[in-house]
């Protein structure tokens, strides 16, 4: 069995990966700047390096039989080099470039016919202007690139906000988005092989404060109907979309039970991280097995609901955990830290996963673990 895998970007994703890598048998190697990344301490080895070293991207390809990607980048193009030289590189370049700029991902969507929130490329503020007049107030204000965690949005409530607000976005490749009054976001995992198999998730519920992921419920407190609707749109996206991986598949329930995409990442996901305790195939381990030509494995729960809360950074400075020994003493209560030197505002840390019978049981759990934790 080729057993080598290269993982561009150290994140906490990465690390997770290898973890369920190295179950399996895997070797590790890690292309990150960061030194002793949190995916670097626990790979077999990390390449320090800067994303766009093409040197650095040849030596991880030397080094592994299949490549994947756990980042979002400023330009896309880093991985043209490795295609020419024909490495294996999982999801496929093509489906990287198009869901790396958002505006090209919503094209996408709208070719396939698949339901998206009203949007329009803009390139100015008349642009804008005209988008309101079109769409009505609110509207989103986007960056096409680099945009995770919130980071590219701005809320335009009003015709005097859009200068101030293109200018938080220092008006890099913008679009707009008409503002969709959900009820609830939801997001479903899917995974495809290399043999094209395909298998969801169940549907979780999603959270998010400041455009930030916090709380991730499963499975969503959502009927039966609006769950398969939710699971067929899933997979329809993947239809549509080329290559191998574990992808999450970010949507919008509105009142009136639709349901639209907002965007799909194409990685393991966030919204995913539950599935390491409540499901029978973890997305990390689904992801490896999608990328390395394996079959699939189950993805049903094994836990009647399980909530996850992400511990985001509160300050800036080093790092320092405390209280774990404190929320690990609540039964079916798991803390995950990724071993960040520092922390930031909002930074992901780490988070905790509870798991039990109901979801307000779960959650009860997981809220008091995240007040026992301080980082
Ligand atoms: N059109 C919209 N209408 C209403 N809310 C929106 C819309 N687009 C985004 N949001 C809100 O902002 C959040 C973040 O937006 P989006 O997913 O586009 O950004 P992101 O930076 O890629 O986020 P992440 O990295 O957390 O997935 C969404 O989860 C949602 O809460
Ligand atoms: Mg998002």
Redesign the pocket.
Known sequence: MKNRIGIVGGGQLGRMMAFEAHKMGFRLIVLDPTPRSPAGQVADEQIVANYSDQKALQELATKSDVITYEI?LENSDIFDGLVKTGSIIHPSIKTFKLIND?YLQKEFFQKAKIPV?D?MAVENKEDILKATKKFGYP??L?TRLF???????ALIKKASDIEKQMNSLQGKGLYV??????IK?LAVMVARNTKGEIATYQVVE?I?KN???HVVKAPAAINSQISLKARNLAKNVMQHLKGAGVF?I?M?LTKSRKVLV??I?PRV??SGHYTIEACVTNQFAQHIRAISGLPLGKTDMLVGAAVMINILGERAGSAEVSGIEKALGLPQTYVHIYGKKDTKMERKMGHITAVDKSLEKAYKKAKLARKLISI
């Open positions: 979002e958002k929130a949007f509207i989103l986007k945009a995770y965690d919130g980071r590219g949005n988005e008409k503002y969709i009054p959900f976001e999603t998010h455009n930030i992921l999450g970010e919008f907002n965007e990442a996901h966030n």
